[in-house]
């Protein structure tokens, strides 16, 4: 039946960061399909996360994926037949679908509290049971809920799984997938707060929106029969569901910042072409049937099919797209190349975020490309010997350690000077160490250089990808170090 509907695909990217690789190479696949098949892709924005999410994070996105060349048919900045196209903005539906679940009893409210989910965990870790939510509140008798959420009591959503036989769907790509009830807990819908989490959210705007084709990374398979059981009780059809395998590091390891920049911002800042991460993300885990590794949108779609997508687990491998960008950079007329390199670097935009940096350290215009080539180099030669003359009260293997941390805690901090800064100052005071050898170590790590503009304006003008990458190499550098 969903076949023969037109095709509606979605990507539904959450504003609460970087925009990520993983994103635009979800996006092209969904691109690809609903293109070839003359369907529609719809742009949603999952904002339901109110801690995190940001205006600024959103507009990221809207801005990394039309640089890469996929545009949207319908989305928050465009409008649409089925919006709003923010979650945030979809709060009323939601609740009016709690209520259906509710008066059917595939849903029941969860009065517990954090210290008492807390005891649940702590006793089924040590009888070394299943560490799901045990159902304490599903036992409630319906009146007795009703009154307690009526008075106000605090509480969230779950749903109601079965507690017998097992939850299936088909997957496009994998065939019959199936699990066992009973190892699946029952999951919260709707937050205290009175906001959805995903799985709600999902699947009413799926829904909705009428999506045909739920194409996503394979980290959401196990969801899936959340889902299902969802659209059972709603009484609708699910989608086609297709998972996609997930990007991997070469160690087969899931793809994360910790081994290669995973913002698509960071490729943009270090001149990949957006042509070249489009053809890079559509050579990963998809065959064209034949040998090319060079080739263009229009080509891919037409070439794509669900039957030449490899499960193999693809490898984001970034000598691999600084090979491809170079083979597209010589193959390009010089005019073509002169202006791709005028607005990579040398943009209106680009120069004037540079500029109050550079201003006072420099007497001539020629001075400008040598004091700000580190601002996008991927490679950043590191002065290992200027690092280690630094180090004052730490050896090399105790730097890379407070480094490697540093890097982990700084995850949460916004990234911009004067936070940056705080948590540095920060950070020395919990490692009792000096300021003034951690910021150095910071500086050269990120700049290759002893001197240069005031650090933490530095690091909010290359971005935390950028920083992350070389604070890393950093590290493993230091590890290196024999004295």
Known sequence: MTDKKPVRVRIAPSPTGDP???????????????????????????????????????????????????????????????????????????????????????????????????????????????KGYDGTCRRIEPDEARRRMDAGEPHTIRLAMPLEGETGFTDRLRGEVSYANDQ?????????????????ANVVDDHLMEITHVIRAEEWINSTPKHVVLYQAFGWEPPVFVH??????????KISKRKNPVALNYYRQIGILPESMLNFLGMLGHSLGDDREVFDLEEFIQEFSFDRVSLGGPVFDVDKLLWLNGVRIRDMAVPELASRLRESLFSQEAVERLVPLIRERIDSLGEFPDKVTYFTLHKLPIPMELMVKGLKTRTPAEMATLLKKCVKEMDGVEFAAEPLEEFLKGYCEEKDIKIGELFMAVRIAVTGRKATPPLFETMEALGRAAVTQRLLAAVELLKQVRL
């Open 20 to 130: 990520h690789v993983g994103t635009a190479y979800v996006g092209l696949i969904n691109f690809a399909f609903a293109r070839k098949n003359g369907g529609r892709f719809v742009l949603r924005i999952e904002d339901t996360d109110r801690e995190r999410s940001t205006p600024e994070s959103e507009a990221a996105i809207l801005d990394s994926l039309r640089w890469v060349g996929l545009e949207w048919d319908e989305g928050p900045d465009k409008g649409g037949d089925y919006g709003p196209y923010r979650q945030s903005e979809r709060s009323d539906l939601y609740r009016e679908h709690i209520r259906t679940l509710l008066d059917n009893g595939s849903a029941y409210p969860c009065f517990c509290t954090p210290e008492e989910l807390g005891s649940i965990r702590k006793r089924q870790r040590e009888q070394k049971k299943n």
């Open 184 to 200: 699946i807990d029952d999951q919260i819908l709707m937050k205290s707060d009175g906001f959805p989490t995903y799985h709600l």
């Open 244 to 253: 996609l395998p997930l990007l991997r590091n070469k160690d087969k390891s």
